[in-house]
């Protein structure tokens, strides 16, 4: 294994003395929680169903708290366009959802079959996920920013038996398709108005004659639940199956990562078209009965900031691309916001960098806490904890019950297996790729009809991610790419975060991307490709002091040799950069799989603004 650069230690750790804090932390001593920690005793946090026959995630997130003396509670707080909110308690979700239920036990729909969502972040969304579970169906969200093919192609692989969207969404996208979804019987508008368009269903009306107060399937925890689609470097998106028994995960991180707390206001900016939407902004803060924002605008500086204050949000959930364009608009936006509500700040789903960590505490107050885990793990793995320092640019430590671990590779970075077991790093700072050993809930269980595709995923006992990372002495994961995207250049193995983070402390530069190119001696150089802040033109100069300025930082071997300027690289629609695209444009090569890029070469009519998050 080559040697791995060294970690990010210019950034002075962030102290936690907890005898401050206004809320104990739920994890305060790591060692113990990890040494003690069972996911059998994880599971009595839960209540299960009435009667013991099972569990359902639905009715964990919604009715036990309703039946358990909270029914008055607010559970989803939707903020409205122009600022205006209206709540649903507790009670009245668990209506709905019953309401949701029984139209499709109406329509047929059964155990196991496919529900479908193409919605904004409006009531009925929530009323669909939840009264799917509810009806032991599958419930599986789509981006409503999707153009038709993704739509399609997910719809088919999913055989997704119902659909519920807008009026104006079926029309553009789903309309013209319709004749290539043999398994699509029912289309269900929200907004029909007693009108629906041919071949759908007004589901107002539906819901109107369903009852209020149905009793919910009797579900297992190994029961298929949701399906999220994630994208593969190539061939077609991969459908990752979860089981009921996710909630348990999505309880204890809750717990852990989010460290949520009875009485808290929560904040997931996610859309529940993506996972983190739905784990983290459903299942996870329901579960715990907290009551959750719903902001059904795009990301705005000044609205974000307001809702903060004026909700007065305790936690927030969101991801380094928003906190980034909230750095970007500038620090004084935050002032004048009160944000002394705010306990605990989080971020997933892409690196992280270490200034917007150190940003959080100026302008928010509070440290961004970074934390890891992807569609297929299902939940966080790998969290900065609250009552824990904070090593600025690191994924934090893997949480109670997740096993992590780095796995050596050989010459053709393939996972090397001796005797049937991973060949693990144990050195500290070295790379390897990031592996879980499997066995916590909320792992995926399948890809859909995808039985080889699934196999490959776990090599000499352990889930292998696709990332590559480091672990400090201390047991801090650091993360450096993804699998495929790592440049070797001279013999040294250099992570594009790494350099991407450093070019993005340059004062000119909004965004960067870096990969390697052929190089005739050193194998590969890295070259970035930059886009600059407002008020800065691309020149000669400024490449050169950019260089230079990166191989201060970086040193010769690993800084840019090669620096182009872009007006837009090529990201997925919830901001990560997509490296492989920006390889693939500048060696002319196939660029597979674009459909959930935000800026595709072809038109799949992105109709949400950048702000809409993952
Ligand atoms: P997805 O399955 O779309 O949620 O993407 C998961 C991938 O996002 C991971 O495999 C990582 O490559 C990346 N990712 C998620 N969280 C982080 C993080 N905290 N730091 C760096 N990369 C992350």
């Known amino acids: 294994m080559t040697a791995g650069i060294e970690s990010g230690t210019r950034w002075p750790v962030i102290r936690k003395d907890i005898t401050g804090f206004r809320v104990r932390p739920n994890l305060v ?27 359902n995630i639905a009715y964990e997130a919604v009715d ?185 995960a999505h309880y204890a991180t809750g717990s852990y990562a989010l460290d949520l707390h009875p009485g808290d206001i929560y904040w997931c900016t996610a859309d529940p078209g993506w996972v983190t939407g739905i784990s983290y902004g459903v299942i996870a803060p329901l579960a715990h009965g907290v009551t959750v924002i719903v902001d059904e605008e795009e990301m705005d ?88 320092d904070i090593r600025p640019g690191s994924m934090g430590r893997p949480l109670p019950g997740v096993r992590a671990a780095l796995v050596a590779r050989d010459e053709q970075d393939k996972p090397i297996v001796r005797d049937g077991e991973a060949v693990l790093v144990t050195d500290p700072d070295q790379v390897g790729e990031l592996a879980l050993r499997p066995g916590w809930p909320s792992m995926f269980r399948g890809y859909l009809n995808e039985e080889d595709r699934y196999r490959r995923c776990f090599v000499g006992g352990w889930y292998i991610t696709g990332d590559l990372a480091k672990r400090d002495a201390d047991g801090y994961y ?48 890295v070259k970035a490709f930059i886009e600059l802040r407002p008020g800065w033109e691309a020149s000669e100069d400024l490449r050169m002091e950019i260089i230079g300025f990166a191989r201060k930082r970086l040193g010769t071997a690993v800084a840019p040799r090669l620096l182009d300027f872009t007006t837009a690289l090529p990201r997925t629609r919830s901001g990560k950069i997509l490296r492989r695209l920006l390889r693939a444009r500048e060696l002319g090569l196939p660029e597979g799989d674009t459909s959930t890029v935000e800026n595709p070469p072809e038109p799949p009519t992105p109709e949400t603004p950048p702000g809409a998050l993952a």
């Open 301 to 388: 500086a000044d609205r974000w900031y307001r809702i903060l204050a004026e909700q007065r949000v305790t936690v927030w959930y969101t991801a380094p691309t928003a906190l980034r364009m909230l750095m970007k608009a500038g620090a004084d936006r935050a002032a004048g916001h009160d944000l002394s509500a705010l306990r605990f700040v989080a971020s997933v789903g892409e690196p992280l960098n270490p200034e917007v960590v150190v940003w959080g505490q100026e302008a928010l107050g509070r440290p961004v806490h970074d934390n890891w885990w992807q569609t297929e793990t299902g939940g966080i793995m790998i969290s900065n904890l609250a009552a824990m």
């Open 29 to 55: 001593d790591y060692e113990a929680a990890c040494a003690g920690f069972s996911w059998d005793e994880a599971r009595r946090a839960l209540s299960g169903l009435p009667g013991g026959a099972g569990l």
């Open 64 to 248: 036990r708290h309703a039946a358990g003396g909270n029914a008055s509670r607010t559970a989803l707080r939707f903020i409205q366009a122009d600022g205006s909110t209206h709540s649903l308690s507790f009670a009245d979700l668990a209506q709905l959802s019953n309401r949701f239920a029984g139209v499709l036990r109406s329509l047929g729909i059964v155990r196991g079959e496919r529900v479908f969502s193409l919605l904004g972040r409006t009531p009925g969304l929530y009323a669909a996920i939840l009264g799917t579970l509810k009806n032991a169906s599958v419930f599986c969200p789509l981006f409503s920013a999707f153009g038709p093919e993704p739509i399609r192609q997910r719809l088919e692989l999913g055989e997704g038996r119902a659909l519920v969207t807008t009026r104006a969404l079926y029309r553009k996208k789903i309309a013209p398709l319709r004749a290539s979804l043999p398994h699509l019987d029912h289309v269900l508008l929200t907004d029909a108005d007693g009108n629906p368009e041919p071949g759908t269903l007004d589901l107002e009306l539906l819901m109107g004659q369903a009852a209020p107060d149905g009793a919910i399937a009797v579900t297992l925890p190994e029961d298929m639940a949701l399906l999220h689609f994630t994208s593969g470097t190539t061939g077609t998106p991969k459908g990752a199956i979860h089981v009921h028994d996710a909630v348990t």
């Open 478 to 525: 650091w993360f450096v790419g993804r699998g495929d995207d790592m440049i070797k250049s001279s013999g040294h193995l250099i992570g594009p975060f790494e350099v991407e983070s450093s070019l993005m402390e340059h004062q000119a530069v909004a965004g960067a991307g870096a990969i390697g190119v052929p190089d005739p001696v050193a194998g590969q150089v």
